[in-house]
């Protein structure tokens, strides 16, 4: 059974939805507080974090960032209206998702799932794909620049896939969300331009200039083709 790491003050809402994530099939667990989250999460090995970002004490971004330090554990962050630049923060920091306060327990239960599709490979593939110095190795989650392995979260690690199997195909910021998704509820894009910078941190060699996945100015991104 996969477990759930809830991190949310409001018991409430905390309730609700380890409520519907049981139902749903998940072992969950829910904790009120920062920093007895990443003592748990040590402990445990959750398969997935909720995490809120308004936590009393060590916020959510703290959190989040402590996690990142060790850990590439998929992170769903919930944020209230209003918080735009967090959530842009937060994917920086490079938590997977993020839903807006209201949403229905539904949503999350959807988001969840397809954050742990995407860490545990089902919707990946059986292929080893190469291109320039990457390669990716689908069954075994793992990918290498020249070489060398690196350590991407699952949606970084989605988002390199779905780019190094057609490279040079311009994608715009909409289909990657599309891609990383499996559901399409919200298409914020600028998510996207979090990810796709913190992928470039670990995968180029000067992320300044990026030699793998490409900016197309007023579009999206491509992989170089050449
Ligand atoms: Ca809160």
Do not use: C
């Not at 920093?35 to 995490?51: E, F, N, T």
């Not at 842009?88 to 998702?97: F, H, M, P, S």
């Not at 699952?154 to 199997?165: A, G, M, Q, S």
């Not at 499996?182 to 995968?203: C, F, P, Q, S």
């Amino acid at each position: 059974m996969q477990r759930i790491l809830i991190v949310e003050d409001d018991m409430q809402i905390a309730r609700t939805l380890r409520d519907y994530l049981e139902v749903a099939g998940f072992h969950v667990t829910a904790l009120g507080d920062g920093s007895a989250a990443i003592a748990a999460s040590r402990g445990h090995k959750p398969d997935l974090i909720v995490l809120d970002l308004g936590l009393p004490g060590m916020d959510g971004l703290d959190v989040a960032r402590e996690l990142r330090r060790t850990s590439t554990v998929p992170i769903v962050m919930l944020t209230a209206r209003g918080e735009e630049a967090d959530r842009i923060v937060g994917l920086e920091l490079g938590a997977d998702d993020y839903l807006v306060k209201p949403f229905s327990p539904k949503e999350l239960v959807a988001r969840v799932r397809a954050v742990l599709r995407r860490a545990n490979g089902t919707v990946a593939g059986a292929e080893v794909l190469r291109a320039a110095d990457i390669e990716v190795d689908l069954p075994k989650m793992r990918a290498r620049v020249s070489g060398r392995p690196v350590d991407l979260t699952p949606t970084e690690f989605e988002l390199l896939t779905t780019l190094v199997r057609e490279p040079g195909r311009v994608f715009t910021r909409g289909q990657l969300l599309d891609a990383l998704r499996g559901v399409t509820l919200d298409t914020y894009e600028r998510a996207i331009d979090a990810h796709v910078k913190n992928l470039r941190k670990k995968i180029e060699p000067e992320p300044g200039r990026p030699r793998y996945v490409l900016t197309v100015h007023g579009v999206g991104y491509r992989f170089a083709d050449a």
